[in-house]
């Protein structure tokens, strides 16, 4: 029923009736309005693709409300100007629905398999894997699917478990093997030889381009990293991850204030945090060790928590550092590039800068706070009990004896870091300076 031009007059007079009712513009060809009984309005375009012998074909353009009558006739002035240009709207559309769709699917797609590459997500697998060629073949034996199965559970995926495969770094095993005691040369081997041939079942079964660890060197009996970052360094650091993202800065400064493992720190959830008593406590199946580690947390630390959780009320549940609202952050490798390239920016805008002259890694970070400790005077057992280690202090009889958590001292210790820390990276507040780097001789 053509009525004259589509005006927002007409169409607002347009009343519902007991079928749905068309309204055709008279200027504007194809271009119409639909009623429904119901009274809905809507803008449609109908055309003929390929001449009068072709089907007509009809499609929607919009709701009466959600657009203005100018702007259907506008999107229908483009329609027919892609008609008479040979196209056809409607199948565009239909494609254009496809690839969405397509798009979609193969997000998720990605989605699972980088889930299924995730270090952690293989070793089930991997042992069943195992333990199948074993049981055809005889190889490996079974105490050394065990042997496999303690070596990636105790040291790889407490370390590098949350990374996808494709994604491990060198710098990422560097880390990985720094976390071996110096002088363990066969754990240290062991450790790699794991996650090497681990690595290597997965190019297979996923259908890899690469494997990550083919070309890095196997280790040697060479001691392991000595590397403590300088004053300096830790400023840069510092200042640098003050120019990301809120829950990668928090990242980054929470390891610098509080010496725990990075997976640790990135997996910290709200429900693990206690503010009336400051304190934090890493569950037992996230701690290297395997047992659950108290954390005291400093002025400095709290308040970095506070400004993320957007005020002295702390979240009752999720993870602290999300990029998503959902996941705890992961993608090390990314978020350490991210912070080289802050690192890069500062050290080109002060060319005369002194700091990093030599590559670091993250887990430096935590062994230049137990340095400080040491160098500040704090116990050594209470050192080790702030890192969560099981070493020297508490081993033989006394692991077995010695169950005092350190609790009071290990308060004293990271409170006495945080200032320190605030000392480095704001000497104009007044606070004492040390210097991480003291010579031998002092």
């Known amino acids: 029923m053509p009525v004259g031009k589509l005006t927002k007059t007409a169409v607002d007079d347009a009343r519902p009736g007991g079928k749905i009712l ?47 009558p100018e702007q259907a ?13 040979g196209g056809d709207p409607a199948e565009r559309r239909a494609d254009d629905r496809q690839r969405r769709d397509k798009a979609k699917r193969d997000q998720i797609e990605q989605g699972k398999r980088a889930e299924a590459l ?6 089930e697998p991997y042992i069943e894997a195992m333990q199948d060629r074993s049981e055809k073949t005889g190889k490996p034996r079974t105490s050394t699917i065990e042997f496999y199965r303690q070596i ?23 880390e990985l093997l720094d976390t071996i005691p110096p002088g363990s040369t ?39 990293r000595k590397r403590i970052l300088s004053d300096a360094e830790l400023v840069m650091i510092w200042n640098a991850a003050g120019e990301m993202r809120k829950p990668l800065a928090t990242f980054f400064r929470l390891l610098i204030l509080t010496g725990q493992r990075r997976i640790e720190v990135a997996k910290m959830q709200w429900t693990e945090l206690d503010r009336d008593r400051e304190e ?17 947390l400093s002025a400095q630390a709290l308040a970095l928590i506070d400004d993320l959780a957007g005020g002295d009320e702390w ?22 590039r991210e912070l080289d390239e802050k690192i890069d920016k500062a050290l080109a805008e002060k060319p005369d800068a002194s700091a990093f002259e030599q590559h670091w890694v993250i887990h430096d970070l935590r ?29 033989g009889i006394a692991g077995v004896y010695q169950l005092y958590e350190w609790r009071d001292e290990k308060r004293e210790a990271l409170v006495r870091w945080g200032r320190e820390i605030q000392g480095i990276v704001s000497p104009q507040g007044g606070a004492k300076v040390i210097d991480l780097q003291w010579r031998a001789e002092r």
């Open 118 to 123: 995730r270090i952690a997500a293989l070793v």
């Open 186 to 224: 066969a754990l240290r081997r062991n450790v790699f030889a794991s996650l090497s041939a681990m690595s290597k079942w997965a190019v297979v079964k996923h259908r890899l381009a690469i494997n990550p660890v083919a070309h890095y060197p196997r280790p040697d009996a060479t001691a392991s």
């Open 367 to 395: 062994r230049t706070m137990a340095t400080g400790l040491q160098r500040m005077g704090i116990r050594f057992e209470v050192t080790e009990a702030v890192l969560n280690h099981t070493g020297r202090s508490k081993g």
């Open 22 to 68: 068309l309204i055709w513009d008279t200027e504007l060809s194809g271009f119409g309005l639909k009623v429904t009984p119901s009274g809905k309005k809507v803008y449609l375009f109908q055309y003929r693709a390929g001449g009068r012998s072709a089907p007509t074909r009809r499609i929607t353009i919009g709701q009466h409300g959600a657009i203005t």
């Open 73 to 85: 006739r506008k999107e229908a002035r483009r329609l027919r100007v892609e008609v008479d240009g």
């Open 315 to 336: 979240p009752r549940q999720g993870p602290v550092l999300t990029l998503d609202g959902e996941r705890s952050l992961g993608g090390f490798s990314k978020a350490r």
């Open 280 to 296: 934090w406590t890493v569950p037992g199946e996230r701690a290297k060790n395997g047992n659950y580690h108290l954390v005291p």
């Open 152 to 174: 990636i559970e105790r040291h790889i995926v407490p370390n590098v478990g949350e990374i996808s495969l494709p994604d491990l770094s060198f710098d990422d095993v560097d």
